[in-house]
């Protein structure tokens, strides 16, 4: 059975300007929440490196067995089932595999595209198409801009502790602001998202507000959320779908959908495909090949918006 779709209920009502600065292929976006369908509901969540009383095979194990192309093969066949268990960017990765195969009945992604596309042992954070997929930062958002799929929109609600703030001046948005930005009513059902939790009411710190990790003890970290976005429901809140955890029980949590006010959210980044032809340009993403920017956010430093939003290619929402 089909899971919820919790659309916007003013997109009929939405500006014409607005739709034209940010058009959609609604084909590919049907198409991305369609191959959510074809998941499973949980199957775990974990990070781990080895198989434990828990689970019996990695993520990274999961993601190999579901992706099977043969030598005389064209293409690949993708088995969500097998891709359990999993985590956030694991599942967006895999939703975006499992997309590619069903829009390409035309054969149009080359056999070195998809051969690039699996995931190959020592590929670190930004290191080929799966090292892109599963980094910190706006991972995505940085493989669509450099392949030339799609493009991206990005907002951030500000600091609100000094040593944090990027710019003197800057400002933390009030609840208000916040949910009216124009950011939330610019995305749509099937864009993919990547949450950067704020973390000012549970935790008292601005941790939403870092991008990356610098691999400094004692400085704030990145705590973020690859999703797919799937609309605001009648009181503006946030759904999406990914592997969601780890919880107290990670072994019941993984794939399903989740939800949360937009104050939950500090920094959040939509990536939106338009040409999911442009993804046969991955056959000259070697498996080594590396995104330094990426690369770099994972232990070595941090970045800022204004970074984040060149590397992103971002465009106003």
């Known amino acids: ?118 995931v190959h042992d020592g590929q670190d954070d930004g290191v080929g198409f799966w090292g892109r997929a599963n980094a910190n930062g706006p991972a995505l958002a940085v493989l669509v801009n450099e392949i030339g799929a799609g493009y991206s929109f990005a907002a951030y609600r500000g600091a609100k502790n000094d040593s944090v703030k990027e710019t003197p001046c800057e400002r933390y948005m009030t609840d208000a602001e916040w949910r009216a930005h124009p950011v939330w009513f610019s995305a749509r059902p099937g864009d993919v ?32 959320h690859s999703v797919i976005f799937l609309g605001l429901d009648a009181e503006g809140k946030v759904h999406y779908w990914s592997s969601n955890g780890p919880g107290k029980e990670p072994e019941k949590m993984g794939y399903g959908e989740g939800c949360c006010d937009k104050v939950a959210i500090q920094r959040v980044v939509f990536t939106r495909i338009l040409k999911p032809e442009a993804f046969d340009h991955v056959r000259n993403m070697a498996p080594n090949d590396v995104n330094q920017y990426l690369h770099d956010l994972n232990g070595k430093r941090h970045s800022d918006s204004k970074e984040l939003e060149r590397m992103i290619g971002a465009r106003n929402p």
């Open 1 to 118: 059975m089909k899971r919820l779709r919790v659309l916007t209920i003013f997109l009929m009502c939405l500006p014409v300007a607005l739709v034209a600065r940010n058009p959609v292929n609604t084909l590919w976006q049907h198409t991305v929440l369609c191959a959510i369908d074809s998941f499973p509901v949980n199957g775990g969540y974990y990070t781990g490196g080895k198989p434990n009383a828990k689970f019996a095979k990695t993520t990274w194990q999961g993601l190999k067995d579901a992706f099977k192309m043969g030598e005389d093969d064209e293409r690949p066949t993708f088995d969500p089932w097998q891709a359990q268990p999993s985590f956030c960017s694991s599942a967006t990765y895999a939703v975006l595999v499992k997309a590619l195969l069903m829009w390409d009945s035309q054969g149009q992604i080359s056999r070195q595209a998809w051969e690039n596309m699996r």
């Open 193 to 224: 998202m990547k949450i950067f939790w704020n973390r000012n009411d549970s935790r008292g710190h601005d941790g939403g507000a870092i991008v990356g990790e610098d691999g400094v003890r004692g400085h704030l970290q990145e705590a973020g």
